[in-house]
């Protein structure tokens, strides 16, 4: 437990003993926060005075559901205030915050998730900003080097010694894929989601579009990866 001192962003925080707190699981709009050059994302001051209405100066109690310490120093936390009001989960119902899991921390990912679709069908918050919009996997070059959430139908999923692609266009070297590592196969094949059936299905995948033959995102855990109707 401990007191909220001062809000650095939409989804971090400081306790009044020194305690950096970032709020697990959930991406808000960011801050330059010192960053040379960085553009701030819109509605980041709006995040950031969310998060200080829901917890300045107020008592939170932190759990704990995987990796506890990011390279920073800050603790890897979810928070309650003494009325038991989910941070994390009041934050994506305003539609100031995206859903942002790992593979060691992914607790409560699927409550989360479906808190986002939530806010994101009543267009809240971020979601009627078109910075924020859902990708289409046949665009998506558009958006490199940005956190996105892409949908599109997999045309084919081949499976290699390193990697497992998912492909969402005839030319692997120049369309949309998803990339499983083999240490991620794992957490696949234990979870509901088995990549090779995912060929023909429509999905939605988030995170950070990179350039490697084509756009591309690299799926380190199943609830990076939605089945949609």
């Known amino acids: 437990m401990g007191k909220v001192a001062e809000i650095v962003d939409g989804d971090t925080l400081i306790l009044a003993d020194g305690r950096e707190i970032r709020l697990v699981g959930i991406q808000a709009p960011k801050l330059p926060?010192?960053?040379k050059n960085f553009k701030i994302w819109p509605l980041a001051d709006?995040?950031?005075s969310a998060l200080l209405t829901l917890s300045l100066y107020k008592n939170v109690t932190l759990s704990y559901g995987g990796r506890r310490i990011d390279r920073y120093n800050?603790?890897?936390?979810h928070l309650h205030d003494e009325k038991g009001l989910w941070i994390q989960g009041e934050l994506l119902r305003r539609g100031m915050a995206r859903v942002y899991s790992f593979?060691?921390?992914?607790t409560a990912v699927a409550e989360m998730l479906a808190i986002e679709q939530e806010a994101r069908a009543a267009r809240r918050g971020i979601w009627r900003h078109r910075f924020y919009n859902v990708r289409n996997a046949t665009d998506i070059h558009r958006y490199i080097?940005?956190?996105q959430l892409v949908e599109g139908r997999v045309r084919a999923v081949a499976e290699r010694r390193k990697y497992?692609?998912?492909?969402f266009g005839d030319n692997w070297r120049t369309d949309f894929t998803i990339a499983v590592a083999a240490r991620a196969r794992r957490l696949f094949k234990a979870s509901p989601i088995s990549l090779k059936s995912l060929e023909g299905r429509f999905v939605r995948v988030r995170g950070w579009v990179k350039s490697r033959n084509g756009p591309m995102i690299d799926a380190t855990h199943p609830e990076q990866i939605e089945i949609l109707k």
């Open 33 to 35: 926060l010192g960053r």
């Open 46 to 48: 709006e995040a950031k």
């Open 164 to 167: 497992t692609y998912l492909n």
């Open 103 to 106: 593979s060691d921390n992914r």
């Open 145 to 147: 080097g940005g956190f």
């Open 74 to 77: 800050r603790l890897l936390a």
